[in-house]
């Protein structure tokens, strides 16, 4: 019988070591204008930011929140937030954690996030799934729609509930 997950059953979501407030660190690093480690946002667009990471870290406190470098498909390298650690999928009356990352976009919360499903060592990339492409980046129907009044929210229960109708992880097979 093989598994169509990955991940260990009852196994138990990883929680980040946070900054002693995650408000306090947002604040930090979205006032970083210039330099080496200044991040792309937007004056606008930080305070919607700002709330939407909060927000997710309340309702998914298994996803960290962090900046770190991103490249870009035209080559640039950026320092992007971003949301990594796993969401809860209940699959066939089982409950599994499936590890992800989420990366906030330079014109994010206007252009969707850019999400992959990030299988650890023992896990690979369901091929042929409907929502996640071989390198792991998924595709589901709000991010292909996604408009400035999405969330962060949102997406993550609509990503939990499309991979528990079809997991886009299973476990390697092992040689005997």
């Known amino acids: 019988f093989k598994r169509e997950v990955g991940l260990q059953l009852d196994s138990q979501p990883e929680h980040h070591p946070m900054p002693p407030s995650l408000r306090s ?3 930090q690093v979205l006032s970083h204008t210039s330099g080496p480690n200044s991040v792309p946002y937007s004056e606008i667009t930080k305070a ?21 470098e991103f490249c870009t498909n035209d ?3 950026l320092h992007l937030l971003k949301a990594d650690g796993t969401i809860p999928v209940h699959y066939q009356g089982s409950k599994y954690n499936i590890p992800i990352t989420i990366w906030l976009t330079e014109e994010f919360p206007v252009e969707a ?7 650890t060592h023992s896990m690979i990339i369901k091929p042929g799934h409907s929502q996640v492409n071989s390198s ?11 408009n400035p009044s999405n969330n962060l929210v949102d997406l993550t229960f609509e990503l939990s509930e499309c991979f528990g109708i079809e ?4 476990a390697k097979p092992t040689h005997a």
């Open 25 to 27: 660190y947002l604040q």
């Open 48 to 68: 919607a930011i700002e709330e939407q990471l909060i927000n997710l870290q309340e309702i998914f406190p298994s996803l960290g929140i962090s900046v770190d």
């Open 75 to 77: 080559g640039r390298v």
């Open 113 to 119: 996030p850019i999400v992959f499903v990030v299988p």
């Open 136 to 146: 792991g980046q998924a595709y589901t129907p709000s991010l292909c729609t996604w």
């Open 167 to 170: 997991p886009p992880l299973y």
